[in-house]
């Protein structure tokens, strides 16, 4: 019922989201702003689409995601926390909270991820007119009708004090506002040793250095290992009075006289003069991973005359500067919904990689020692196993000059480490997942010819990780073709991934190879690596009978092969099972079999590099569409067994985690895209609305949602480093890409509506195209791309033999 309720209400505050952004755009317009170049920023537009922008999407369900105040790609992710700990709170702040009581603002959160850790440096405005706790952290109730959040501003009322509390950032100093009520005992928590989920602090810090200043630090372990933040507190007013405590987790806290305190657990309550009837205090609070004064370098570049206003204005503009390249002209209200999923995909896309290094560069490197990035921005926070597939080829469109900051941030890392991220955070590699993903990451940018990093050494780099053999099963799968996989969870030198790391593999590999042929390598060295990238054959099995019900209740065949965990004698494990998760379903104990997350349904078309080759191996095209077609339009025979993050499922399909992602897009491959069109709008349909609930999966630092913003354009990276789209069903009448060099590509979708899904004809800058297909340059030069949409599918459009998207292997 609360649920329920509460859904209404975010509903009904949709409808004043858009007053109240028109409203804070009427007042930052009249703000003054800094001569400091970091902060001089134009006045927002008239039409805002920030006002799209509903940033509690996702925080409701699965997708984990946080509400709170950043700018793209912010070092700084200042948002709410309203749990304690818990699946429901990874982010730091769950919508449907049964309790509905803020415990603070801290100033670190992942997006969309399955893992907790962060929530640094907890802020929380307090006064005498609640003791409210929730664990041994000071609460107040809170509900939604007074709560705002779009992109760079949050606010919310808490009730008990009666405190409005208000969070904006630049990209590495977040500025809280909070208005107080009279009262005679109003103080401002600063809390270092707060903590959540995987986070444990191992020391913090506070000196209060004058009235209105603090500093300190807050060292951490958890999923990354080794954090460190440091951070400078000041104040708009001075604050009267202040206590310092130090304590044990679990232990009351012991108050310690003078002017520091250091601990693993340390806390500051400072009081203000709060007499008048509304008494505003600003709060800006910079950070840095390398030192104190690194965090005193970033107040002064980017808060040193800036006000929270200003700051709002600003983060306000950096937001629109990045949803205005992609624009969508209608004013039909009938894709008033789709536009508030839009741009909030946009807008979640673009949260991650976050910004690592200080204002002067420096910054705490992966190899645990200080480094300094020349001349570029570096990023970290590379969900790889994620973002490779949709989002950092989203960034090629919308932001190719990021995109070179981000590969000169993954050869750093392979400068202090050795190896390029697997799933790097904070200046640590978490290891997080399977696969070598920064290699087609890195191919995407040399192939769409991006940035001017140093290509040698993006190839040696590549090349360097993928021969590797610290890598889990690497040894294997080089002298094997295959990493093992055991009968018995734990068999020594097996894998319970071990299926899904030769697929995974196999697609860096190709991302190698192509590299090393376009930049005149050795033809030995082009030849390993292609042969590398064919390892996907070596975990088939051509025998293997898998059946499925007809719909008259008869067992009938699937036609061709899977992919089958290969024990290390080369045998493949026997009864195989495409939705078998567990190796006995009955023991959840019991490891997987063979697969991440998933099972052989979802993993059945993972050779984006050469989905021709799959079709043969499969035994044609019309083996290939009858496997799509059961993939889709049959369930699974027991639910009770389905793999972890199984949500949004149509039939076996799973849009709610990564492997199966692109297969919506294969009927393309196989002469039939009507049937893409089709299926994606049914997936879209039960994955995405405008509600917290409106991500059906963990997010995943955009990727989720950047699936989304492809789709809704139009079409989608199967294989994301080949510069190749596959059409797949546009969204809106129109929509245009504005691109550099003042170039834009519009996408037009004749008569699209909820039941016009089908492309009927297609022209690109007026010629016919009847290919299921258009490439990166295509887009990139900028044109028009026009659909005419109905009803009913045009089963001849794009359905020659030629008509297919190249394989990826096209690019060898």
Not at 123 to 134: G, T
Not at 149 to 164: F, H, P, R, S, W
Request: net charge negative; glycine share 8%; aromatic share 12%.
């Amino acid at each position: 019922m609360l649920r329920k309720a509460l859904l209404r209400k975010s509903l009904l505050r949709k409808s004043l989201l858009a007053v109240s952004i028109a409203a804070v755009l009427g007042t930052l317009a009249g703000c003054d702003s800094s001569d400091d170049e970091s902060t001089v920023i134009n006045a927002p537009p008239e039409t805002s689409l920030t006002q799209y922008v509903d940033t509690t999407i996702g925080t409701g369900g699965l997708g984990n995601t946080y509400p709170g105040a950043t700018v793209p790609h912010g070092m700084i992710q200042l948002s709410p926390d309203n749990g304690v700990s818990g699946w429901d709170y990874i982010s730091g702040y769950f919508y449907y909270d049964d309790l509905q009581q803020m415990i603070g603002f801290s100033h670190t959160h992942l997006s969309g991820t399955g893992a907790g850790d962060m929530y640094d440096l907890r802020v929380m405005p307090v006064n005498s007119r609640s003791d409210l706790l929730r664990g041994n952290k000071e609460a107040s109730e809170f509900d939604h009708e007074n709560e705002t959040a779009t992109a760079g501003y949050y606010q919310v009322m808490l009730k008990d004090y009666e405190i409005n509390a208000e969070l904006t950032s630049t990209e590495r100093v977040g500025f809280h506002r909070y208005t107080f009520p009279t009262d005679d005992r109003s103080e401002i928590v600063i809390d270092p040793g707060h903590t959540m989920n995987w986070d444990l602090p191992t020391e913090t810090m506070i000196r209060v250095v004058d009235h209105q200043t603090l500093e300190g630090y807050r060292m951490s372990e958890g999923w990354a290992a080794d954090q460190r933040e440091y951070f400078v507190i000041k104040f708009s007013k001075p604050f009267k009075a202040h206590r310092l405590f130090a304590y044990s987790y679990g232990e009351d806290g012991t108050e310690i006289p003078g002017n520091q305190v250091k601990k693993d657990y340390t806390r500051a309550y400072l009081e203000f003069e709060t007499t008048a009837a509304k008494t505003e205090i600003e709060v800006k609070v910079a950070m840095s991973s390398v030192s104190i004064d690194g965090a005193y370098k970033n107040l002064a570049a980017e808060a040193q005359d800036l006000d929270f206003e200003g700051a709002h204005k600003r983060a306000t503009v950096l937001w629109e500067k990045e949803l205005e390249k992609v624009e969508i002209p209608t004013e039909d209200e009938r894709f008033n919904d789709e536009k508030r999923i839009f741009y909030t995909a946009i807008y979640h896309s673009l949260l991650g990689p976050t910004l690592h290094s200080d204002i002067d560069g420096q910054y705490k490197g992966a190899d645990h020692q200080t480094q300094k990035a020349e001349e570029f921005d570096r990023y970290d926070t590379f969900s790889l196993w994620d973002t490779y597939r949709a989002a950092h080829p989203l960034y090629t469109i919308l932001e190719p000059e990021r995109v070179d900051d981000m590969v000169k941030s993954m050869l750093a890392h392979y400068d202090e480490t050795g190896l390029l991220p697997v799933w790097s955070l904070k200046g640590n590699e978490t290891n997080m997942m399977q696969g070598y993903h920064a290699l087609p990451v890195i191919a995407d940018a040399i192939i769409k010819d991006i940035g001017d990093f140093d290509r040698e050494r993006a190839y040696q780099a590549m090349a360097d990780t993928a021969r590797n053999e610290s890598i889990p099963g690497m040894t294997q799968y080089i002298n094997d073709g295959y990493v093992h996989y055991g009968i018995t969870k734990g068999e020594s030198d097996t894998d319970d991934w071990a299926a899904s790391k030769t697929l995974e593999y196999a697609y860096d590999d190709w991302s190698v190879a192509v590299i090393a042929k376009r930049l005149g390598k050795d033809e030995s060295e082009v030849d390993e690596f292609f042969n590398r990238a064919d390892n996907w054959k070596n975990q088939f099995d051509d025998n293997v009978v898998v059946q499925h019900k007809d719909e008259h209740g008869n067992l009938i065949d699937i036609p061709g092969g899977w992919f089958v965990p290969k024990l290390a004698d080369g045998s493949f494990i026997p009864d195989f099972n495409p939705e078998q998760y567990h190796r006995d379903d009955s023991d959840q104990d019991s490891g997987s079999i063979g697969f991440s997350e998933s099972n052989g349904w979802h993993y059945f078309a993972s050779v984006p590099h050469n989905i021709d080759g799959l079709i043969n191996k499969l035994g044609g095209p019309d083996v290939m569409e009858k496997r799509l077609d059961l993939m889709f339009g049959t369930e699974p025979k027991n639910k009770d067994h389905l793999p972890i993050f199984s949500t949004g499922m149509v039939g076996q399909y799973v849009q709610g985690n990564e492997p199966d992602m692109h297969v919506p897009y294969l009927f393309n491959y196989v002469q039939s895209p009507w049937k893409t069109q089709k299926w994606l709008n049914e997936v879209i349909n039960v994955c995405y609305d405008d509600t917290p609930e409106g991500i059906c999966g963990n997010d995943d630092y955009g990727q989720t949602s950047a699936w989304y913003v492809f789709s809704a354009m139009g079409f989608y990276p199967v294989n994301p480093a080949n510069s190749v789209y596959a059409i797949g069903k546009p969204i809106f009448p129109e929509l245009t890409l504005n691109l550099p060099d003042n170039k834009s590509f519009t996408v037009i979708a004749e008569n699209v509506s909820d039941e016009n899904i089908y492309i009927q004809s297609a022209t690109l800058n007026g010629e016919v195209l009847d290919r299921s297909w258009i490439s990166h340059e295509e887009i990139m030069n900028g044109g028009e791309l026009k659909f005419v949409m109905y009803n009913e599918p045009n089963k001849n459009w794009a359905s020659a033999p030629d008509s297919v998207p190249p394989s990826g292997l096209s690019e060898s």
